[in-house]
């Protein structure tokens, strides 16, 4: 299963960008996907993630202002971003797992990450 995403890029605080997903190889392995993001320094964090039914979970900093979206089609899945701040800048990796549900946040694939940049 191989993940690539795209879209991120530099946005302004306030502002709106947005990441998208797609899942190639074997799509049908892949049932539960989110987004993790990492900024120099600190740790990963999972900031939303979407499980084979359809729900999602949020992390608290960003409950909100992003929201998590996926097509079962295509196995894509994307995360819009508003009401950007300085601190969502991070490198963001789409991740997905076989499984419907991922509770303990370790995902077995991941994709090569996308830098966002967010100026005040």
């Known amino acids: 299963v191989q993940l690539q995403a795209y879209g991120g890029g530099l946005g302004q605080a306030g502002g709106s960008l947005r990441l998208s997903c797609a899942a190639s190889g074997s799509p049908w392995s892949v049932a539960a996907m989110g987004w993790y993001r990492q900024a120099p320094g600190k740790q990963r964090e999972l900031v939303a993630s979407v499980h084979s039914g359809g729900g999602t979970a949020y992390a608290d900093s960003v409950k909100g202002r992003f929201t998590i979206s996926k097509l079962n089609a295509d196995m894509r899945i994307y995360l819009q971003m508003n009401d950007l701040k300085p601190e969502d800048t991070a490198v963001y990796y789409c991740?997905?797992?076989?499984?419907?549900?991922?509770?303990?946040?370790?995902?077995?694939?991941w994709g090569q990450g996308t830098q966002v940049t967010v100026s005040s």
């Open positions: 991740v997905g797992d076989p499984a419907t549900i991922v509770r303990n946040g370790k995902y077995a694939y």
